[in-house]
């Protein structure tokens, strides 16, 4: 399964630290998470002790006690490349892995690659960022495409507030795809943007918001959560699962 944006910042982390519980973001959704053999989310906040509480502002940032949250949503790997992960530098980026590791959650992205077994089948998990601070040096896909089963690519990208995917996006995602990847999970938007099929391979274009505060419009509110399904290093059967989001940051499920 993979979600769409996730930030345990801003009001998120505002009203956990209210509530006293980090967990409150992923009450509602938890039980269908953890049904998956792999959870997929793009951790849009730096994890860092001491973060500032506050309801405003572009730089995230959530306490480090917040990973809580994931580990009991049973997120297994946490897409790092995005332009708020460094919002708080390197060390901000190091501390976040580092608390994630800590807590059984591989990072993926900003030149680290997660791998995880199920079965017999290895899949790998690589991403990249096209907001502002960009990447586009894809030949580590197919560095990874020699150690896996399956590679799967998390692209943050696009332009915000529209269903419109852009040239853009549509270029970097055949790229990923010549270069090996089996599936490819987008974000940033915040709007859930269309799906294709490019030789044979899913891209999934943005899957909108799921831990996100914009609450100000009823497309920031809402997302879907994509189930993929893979025999045999083979992805046969995906549905995207519609959320919305209430309280500035608690999504449910809504099929």
């Given amino acids: 399964m993979a979600t769409g944006d996730v930030s345990l910042a801003r009001s998120v982390n505002t009203r956990i ?4 519980d980090p967990t409150w973001p992923f009450i509602k959704t938890t039980e269908i998470l953890r049904e998956a053999d792999i959870t997929l989310i793009n951790l849009e906040s730096p994890l860092i002790t001491n973060c500032p509480l506050t309801d405003t502002g572009m730089k995230f940032c959530g306490d480090s006690g917040n990973v809580a949250g994931l580990t009991f949503a049973g997120v297994d790997v946490a897409n790092i ?11 901000g980026l190091e501390e976040t892995v580092d608390v994630l590791t800590q807590n059984g959650i591989l990072a993926s992205g900003r030149e680290r690659v997660a791998y995880k077994e199920i079965g017999k089948t290895t899949f790998a998990f690589v991403g990249y960022n096209d907001v502002g601070e960009k990447e586009g040096d894809f030949s580590e896909i197919k560095e990874v ?7 799967v690519v998390s692209y943050h990208w696009g332009n915000e507030y529209t269903t419109q995917v852009s040239d853009r996006q549509k270029y970097l995602a055949h790229l990923v795809v010549d270069a090996g990847a089996d599936l490819v999970i987008g974000n940033h938007p915040h709007w859930v943007q269309s799906t294709e099929v490019y030789r044979d391979k899913l ?3 943005a899957h909108g918001n799921f831990v996100f505060d914009q609450e100000w419009s009823q497309k920031t509110k809402e997302g879907v959560v994509g189930q993929y399904t893979f025999e ?4 046969v059967d ?8 209430i309280d500035f940051g608690q999504p449910h499920f809504v099929y």
């Fill in 145 to 151: 495409r020699q150690k896996a089963d399956v590679v």
């Fill in 238 to 245: 995906w549905k995207l699962l519609p959320i919305k989001i």
């Fill in 232 to 235: 045999d290093g083979k992805l």
């Fill in 17 to 20: 630290h209210k509530y006293h």
């Fill in 81 to 91: 490349a995005n332009n708020h992960t460094k919002n708080y530098g390197e060390v």
């Fill in 203 to 205: 891209i999934v274009y």
